[in-house]
């Protein structure tokens, strides 16, 4: 075989590799868009993710203020995510989100870096390679995608390629989701307020109008119940009384 000949065999399986990853992500991508929970859109991507890398485990963990939090994974991967909440830099979840790189781990048993229960129940399980890569928006990473392989797993830069591009389209369906939550969070608050106003310019009743602000106030800030006082003058007196109004 000529270097020609070897160069074009080569261009070709490229080729492939990119066509084939392609049809992966337009796959992918189509049954994201079809899934309207958070959490079974958290659950189609690990187990997209598992399947195409080929590995026995995966999981999810998301940003929240300064820790990575457990957000999804597959029920072999339960006790390699254990602990639930990660600090920045902390075990190999939290060095991905504090580097802001993939991260490939040949044999976890042997890496002094992983968490010493998650190494512990690595070894327990044999489970050896492990790929991690961050989930980025276009400001800011939100979250770490991890792999877990039975086998001592060298994985190549396709790997990590296929992985990064699944971590991203999984990085724009959570921001999407994130984004319609609040939309939703924010139409909800401005009913409320709506409603407030209606009650509070049409009724003379201080009872009420206090209930309708209980409400308001308990829709607004996501809570059962809130306690109003109010003051009522007795003998030349000003008592203060106190309610609890439920939502």
């Not at 512990?120 to 990473?141: K, N, Y």
């Not at 990085?171 to 407030?196: F, P, T, Y």
């Not at 109008?209 to 306690?227: C, E, F, K, N, Q």
Request: net charge neutral; hydrophobic share 45%.
């Amino acid at each position: 075989m000529t270097t020609e000949t070897r160069a074009m065999d080569s261009r070709r399986r490229r080729a492939a590799r990119e066509r084939h990853r392609l049809d992966v992500l337009y796959e992918v991508t189509r049954r994201l868009a079809t899934v309207d929970e958070t959490d079974a859109m958290l659950s189609l991507i690990i187990n997209e993710a598992a399947r195409l890398l080929d590995v026995e485990a995966s999981g999810l963990r998301l940003v929240e203020r300064d820790e990575l939090v457990v957000r999804a994974c597959t029920e072999s991967a339960a006790d390699l995510m254990s602990r639930t909440r990660l600090k920045i830099g902390e075990s190999l979840s939290g060095l991905v989100l504090a580097r802001g790189e993939p991260l490939i781990v040949a044999d976890l048993v042997e890496d002094t870096r992983y968490d010493p229960a998650h190494r512990q129940a690595a070894a327990a399980q044999g489970f050896h390679g492990f790929l991690a890569v961050p989930l980025r928006t276009d400001t800011a990473i939100i979250g770490v995608l991890n792999l877990y392989s039975k086998e001592r797993r060298h994985f190549s830069d396709d790997d990590v390629q296929l992985a990064s591009a699944l971590a991203d389209q999984a990085s724009l369906a959570i921001n999407k989701d994130r984004l319609l939550r609040k939309a939703e969070d924010r139409a909800a608050h401005l009913q409320a307020l709506v409603r407030l106003s209606q009650t509070v310019s049409s009724s003379l009743d201080t009872d009420q109008v206090l209930a309708a602000i209980a409400r308001a106030a308990a829709d607004l800030m996501a809570v059962p119940a809130v306690v109003a006082s109010r003051l009522a003058r007795s003998s030349g007196l000003w008592l203060a009384s106190s309610d609890r109004l439920n939502s």
